[in-house]
């Protein structure tokens, strides 16, 4: 939580998420992460059944919309990219949006890996931001992974992840390893050093620009000649 407090990301907001909960899939990292969210938000929780993934993996999107139609206060909805267009689809066969109050804010992750799905982001974004009524600066991505203690956030269109204090980003070369200029692309480098039982450098096949700061990069994706991997795949596998 260091991080959301360093990085600005929303706080003191009800949580929804569309993953499952920890206990329906104590294997996912994931579903972790959101856990340890809802215990945080638990003082100023709207339901006491936050997480909108069933055990069956089948996205609640009933309870979800009666739940938003019935607020009075800003929220923060948590979930995967492909949750979220599972989501905005239940609402097209409705013919109807989800506007959420002033101060709401909205967070994706894990892209469209080996789901089949390729959509850009701003298109994407601008269906979120047509479904929810939320500018586009309200919309937050997170970028990590299971093998990494630390996670990275941006907000809106076109900006630089950020990165906590104890971490080093650099983007290199794939072929030489060695660290691009400003302004050039390759494969995600990290040092992380909450990574205290395990490996604090990682190496990735994902693809990002390099930025002038350690501390920041401009990611693209996934390199597609790599392996899809991601610790939102199995949630992504259950919805497709």
């Given at each position: 939580?260091?991080?959301?407090?360093?990085?600005?990301?929303?706080?003191?907001?009800?949580?929804?998420?569309?993953?499952?909960?920890?206990?329906?899939?104590?294997?996912?990292s994931l579903s972790y992460m959101m856990r340890v969210l809802a215990d945080r938000s638990s003082k100023i929780s709207i339901t006491d059944q936050p997480f909108f993934i069933t055990a069956q993996g089948e996205l609640d999107s009933a309870r979800l919309i009666k739940i938003c139609q019935s607020l009075d206060q800003p929220i923060l909805i948590l979930g995967t990219a492909l949750a979220f267009l599972h989501l905005i689809e239940s609402?097209?066969?409705?013919?109807?949006?989800?506007?959420?109050?002033?101060?709401?804010?909205?967070?994706?992750?894990?892209?469209?890996?080996?789901?089949?799905?390729?959509?850009?982001?701003?298109?994407?974004?601008?269906?979120?931001?047509?479904?929810?009524?939320?500018?586009?600066?309200?919309?937050?991505?997170?970028?990590?992974?299971?093998?990494?203690?630390?996670?990275?956030?941006?907000?809106?269109?076109?900006?630089?992840?950020?990165?906590?204090?104890?971490?080093?980003?650099?983007?290199?070369?794939?072929?030489?390893?060695?660290?691009?200029?400003?302004?050039?692309?390759?494969?995600?480098?990290?040092?992380?050093?909450?990574?205290?039982?395990?490996?604090?450098?990682?190496?990735?096949?994902?693809?990002?620009?390099?930025?002038?700061?350690?501390?920041?990069?401009?990611?693209?994706?996934?390199?597609?000649?790599?392996?899809?991997?991601?610790?939102?795949?199995?949630?992504?596998?259950?919805?497709?």
């Amino acid at each position: 939580m260091q991080a959301w407090q360093q990085l600005r990301l929303p706080e003191n907001l009800p949580c929804l998420f569309l993953t499952q909960s920890s206990q329906d899939a104590p294997s996912s990292s994931l579903s972790y992460m959101m856990r340890v969210l809802a215990d945080r938000s638990s003082k100023i929780s709207i339901t006491d059944q936050p997480f909108f993934i069933t055990a069956q993996g089948e996205l609640d999107s009933a309870r979800l919309i009666k739940i938003c139609q019935s607020l009075d206060q800003p929220i923060l909805i948590l979930g995967t990219a492909l949750a979220f267009l599972h989501l905005i689809e239940s609402l097209v066969t409705k013919s109807m949006g989800l506007p959420l109050p002033d101060g709401s804010a909205l967070l994706e992750t894990g892209g469209y890996k080996g789901s089949g799905r390729h959509l850009q982001k701003n298109d994407f974004y601008q269906q979120l931001s047509q479904t929810f009524s939320l500018p586009s600066s309200c919309i937050h991505n997170e970028y990590s992974m299971t093998e990494l203690s630390s996670q990275f956030y941006t907000a809106g269109l076109n900006q630089a992840h950020r990165a906590p204090h104890w971490t080093r980003v650099q983007v290199i070369d794939p072929t030489t390893r060695l660290a691009v200029e400003p302004g050039e692309t390759g494969h995600l480098q990290f040092l992380d050093l909450a990574n205290l039982g395990s490996v604090a450098a990682l190496r990735t096949e994902d693809l990002a620009t390099a930025t002038t700061s350690s501390q920041s990069f401009k990611l693209l994706g996934r390199d597609p000649s790599a392996l899809p991997r991601g610790c939102s795949r199995s949630t992504d596998e259950m919805l497709d």
